[in-house]
């Protein structure tokens, strides 16, 4: 709200309301950390940049689309700022009685150089197996563990403040993963006839997009011209605005220093859609429900 006429626009839905939330204004970018509440203290992941509202990717401005991990997802002190603040919310959940996996979202602004929370989710999330890929995970164990510990029957002993100062550290210096939540843009409604397939796909010099080989194996991907896509559209699915098409995950970033898509997420974007096949509806195509198409 910059003035009386931006006011003016709003100022039926505000007046007379018991309560009002004014909240600053900021050029901000979300940094993401999963953790997860043990009985010896809360273990927490890597930070990791979230991709939002890219066109490409989503129709739905402000929307989640994609994650970039990195060891400099954020500056040195606002890492160490940022594990602490998801340590003391740890704490509190803790305190209430919660046990297992959490997901913290956090706004980093890049003007002020501040750090602000932005929500809290007491579940595993869409970054979950970004958090659970990392060197981190690997060398120790997958986050995910952490949170199935605390659901078995049994003891175990854990140092926390080791764990948590090595994750910190991190592993991996120049390791990079990028994640893509593609969704479909078109305000279409048509059914599906062909879609990628689930397992690792290649980006040629050309810009297209060809299957690789059968695999769910992240790691054995040789460098960035590789990604693993999981398919969530199959065909014979409806085809509308919104839908989740599917997952992409691959090595190196996303999305640019300054925010934007980088030219390779570009092209892996366009080449997985060029899979894309659809015929429209008409008024006498019964629509295929995913379990009968797949059966």
């Known amino acids: 709200m910059r003035g009386l006429r931006d006011w003016d626009q709003c100022a039926g839905g505000i007046v007379g309301q018991p309560e009002i939330k004014v909240m600053k204004r900021i050029r901000n970018v979300e940094v993401c950390i999963e953790a ?12 990791m940049t979230s991709l939002v509202g890219y066109p490409e990717l989503t129709p739905y401005r402000g929307a989640w689309c994609g994650n970039d991990v990195w060891r400099g997802a954020l500056p040195p002190a606002q890492t160490r700022a940022a594990r602490e603040m998801v340590a003391k919310l740890g704490d509190v959940l803790s305190r209430e009685g919660y046990r297992g996996y959490f997901e913290v979202d956090l706004l980093h602004d890049l003007d002020a150089d501040e750090l602000y929370l932005g929500e809290v989710n007491p579940r595993l999330s869409g970054a979950s197996p970004m958090t659970n890929l990392t060197t981190e995970a690997y060398a120790d164990m997958p986050l995910f563990l952490f949170h199935l510990l605390e659901y078995m029957d049994v003891d175990y002993e854990l140092d926390i403040e080791a764990i948590n100062s090595r994750w910190e550290r991190g592993y991996g210096e120049d390791e990079v993963w990028g994640q893509l939540i593609m969704s479909e843009t078109s305000p279409d ?27 769910n194996d ?64 008409t008024p006498a195509a019964p629509i295929v429900s995913r379990l009968v198409a797949r059966a």
């Open 189 to 215: 409604l048509e059914l599906f006839t062909a879609t990628p397939r689930t397992g690792m796909w290649r980006l040629n010099h050309d810009g297209r997009v060809s299957f690789a080989r059968q695999g």
């Open 218 to 281: 992240w790691a054995t991907m040789l460098d960035e011209s590789e990604a693993f896509y999981m398919r969530v559209a199959a065909p014979g699915d409806l085809r509308c605005e919104g839908a989740q098409l599917g997952v992409l995950v691959t090595r190196g970033h996303l999305q640019t220093d300054d925010y934007q898509l980088t030219e390779r997420g570009r092209r892996w974007i366009d080449g997985l859609k060029a899979q894309f096949a659809s015929t429209p509806l």
């Open 36 to 47: 997860t509440v043990t009985r010896h203290g809360t273990v927490i992941g890597p930070a």
